[in-house]
Nanobody
């Protein structure tokens, strides 16, 4: 069983920075693409950024140039550095990982529980 646990959310003023972390725990799996998604009240969940195991990144246009996604494959940890935060970045941020079991060879997408990011104006 794999678990994803996020940390690092909180309240920050506009223009400030936060760093989110997501740690994967468990055994017997391989992690492929990992990503950050967010969901604001009354809106659908949307992709913020993702990163392949090889380090290729992809960003939503609204965060490009302000957010940086990275990962530590040795520690199975994903990061999101968020700079120049805006009130419209306020949302619950979720970590996601595409994972294959080394025993069953089945692949699944796992989600973290989410962490709240609130940006005040």
């Amino acid at each position: 069983q794999v678990q994803l646990v996020e940390s690092g959310g909180g309240l920050v003023q506009a223009g400030g920075s936060l760093r989110l972390s997501c740690a994967a725990s468990g055994s017997g799996y391989i992690i492929y693409t990992m990503g950050w998604y967010r969901q604001a009240p009354g809106k659908q969940r949307e992709l913020v950024a993702d990163i392949t195991a090889g380090g290729t990144t992809n960003y939503a246009g609204s965060v490009k140039g302000r957010f940086t996604i990275s990962r530590d494959n040795a520690k199975n940890t994903l990061f999101l550095q968020m700079n120049s935060l805006k009130p419209e970045d306020t949302a619950v941020y979720y970590c996601a990982a595409d994972i294959r079991s080394t025993t069953t060879l089945r692949s699944m997408r796992y989600w973290g529980q989410g962490t709240q990011v609130t940006v005040s104006s």
